[in-house]
């Protein structure tokens, strides 16, 4: 029996679903730092009607069949995951043309499940980037991605949806032959554009660094609003190392300011590095 955060309780019985193809599967190995060699590996699997089952072993995938992959996986109760849908906010809801195949999937962080049982961590962790989500966009900026909705089931918040591109910025300017080279000064104002957008709300990103930020027609796109909170408020995740000036807790708008001052140096190496175009 499992104890939901709003007093309830969930009854989650064993139940062993059928694989038939590690297509069914998001699976996590872990290595020894010494030797390379897996040391755990760790299976997910989430069915069409949005329950989440999980399974952990210390053998090799490959010495596993699929009835055996199937035994080790147990239901997660949708209250360790989901958060109960809020009765004070209107969620925008995705419309059902809306899939993994034309758009990106935000699930709960349940790949490191292990890690967080009988906290609840992984349920808010999705309740305060969907709030986020919601509240920059009421007024959508073209420098921030896309909101395309979430999704709902057995009275819980599942996932949320927002535009898919293609590359990060660490991606796009650490392409084997070199990159087109991008505007500095107008790609830099466009993420100051994004960062002043977000101030205004009362919000601070927390998180600025290239992978964060996509590219789109030579423009930035700024995502991953997880780490995003009202300016002092203790944030989910705490910056990314070697992109935040010190360790912190509360929300900052220097946070956003530090990060866009050492993008600005970082993006200037990288185009003055380039490849695009020389002969080698």
């Known amino acids: 029996?499992?104890?939901?955060?709003?007093?309830?309780h969930t009854v989650v019985e064993k139940?062993?679903?059928?694989?038939?193809?590690?297509?069914?599967?998001?699976?996590?190995?872990s290595q020894d730092a010494e030797t390379g060699l897996a040391k755990s590996c760790m299976f997910l699997h989430i069915t069409q009607d949005e329950e989440v089952y999980f399974g952990?072993?210390?053998?090799?995938?490959?010495?596993?069949?699929?009835?055996?992959i199937g035994q080790l996986l147990?239901?997660?109760?949708?209250?360790?995951?989901?958060?109960?849908?809020?009765?004070d906010i209107e969620l925008t809801l995705a419309p059902d043309h809306i899939n993994e195949a034309n758009s990106f999937l935000k699930r709960p962080g349940i790949q490191h499940y292990d890690d967080f049982v009988g906290t609840d961590f992984v349920w808010k962790e999705l309740?305060?980037?969907?709030?986020?989500?919601?509240?920059?966009?009421?007024?959508?900026?073209?420098?921030?991605?896309?909101?395309?909705?979430?999704?709902?089931?057995?009275?819980?918040?599942?996932?949320?949806?927002?535009?898919?591109?293609?590359?990060?910025?660490?991606?796009?300017?650490?392409?084997?032959d070199?990159?087109?080279?991008?505007?500095?000064?107008?790609?830099?104002?466009?993420?100051?554009?994004?960062?002043?957008?977000?101030?205004s709300l009362g919000l601070?990103?927390?998180?600025l660094n290239p992978q964060n930020i996509m590219v789109r027609d030579g423009m930035p796109v700024l995502i991953d609003f997880g780490g995003c909170a009202p300016f002092r408020e203790v944030v989910q995740s705490c910056g990314t190392?070697?992109?935040?000036?010190?360790?912190?807790?509360?929300?900052?708008?220097?946070?956003?300011?530090?990060?866009?001052?050492?993008l600005e140096e970082w993006l200037r190496e990288k185009q003055e590095g380039n490849k695009w175009g020389k002969v080698e």
């Open 1 to 8: 029996m499992a104890n939901d955060h709003d007093g309830t």
């Open 15 to 29: 139940t062993q679903p059928t694989i038939t193809s590690y297509h069914d599967l998001t699976i996590v190995e």
């Open 56 to 68: 952990k072993t210390t053998r090799n995938k490959r010495e596993l069949s699929f009835d055996e």
């Open 74 to 87: 147990t239901r997660i109760p949708d209250e360790e995951i989901f958060p109960a849908i809020p009765k």
């Open 127 to 176: 309740l305060h980037e969907t709030l986020i989500m919601e509240k920059i966009s009421k007024a959508p900026h073209p420098y921030i991605i896309r909101y395309l909705g979430c999704r709902t089931c057995r009275g819980r918040i599942t996932s949320f949806f927002v535009e898919r591109l293609d590359q990060t910025l660490d991606q796009y300017v650490n392409a084997p």
């Open 178 to 199: 070199g990159f087109e080279p991008l505007d500095n000064e107008r790609f830099l104002a466009g993420v100051q554009s994004a960062i002043d957008y977000l101030h």
């Open 204 to 207: 601070a990103h927390n998180d």
């Open 241 to 262: 190392p070697g992109w935040c000036e010190e360790f912190f807790r509360h929300s900052k708008k220097e946070h956003d300011d530090y990060g866009l001052r050492k």
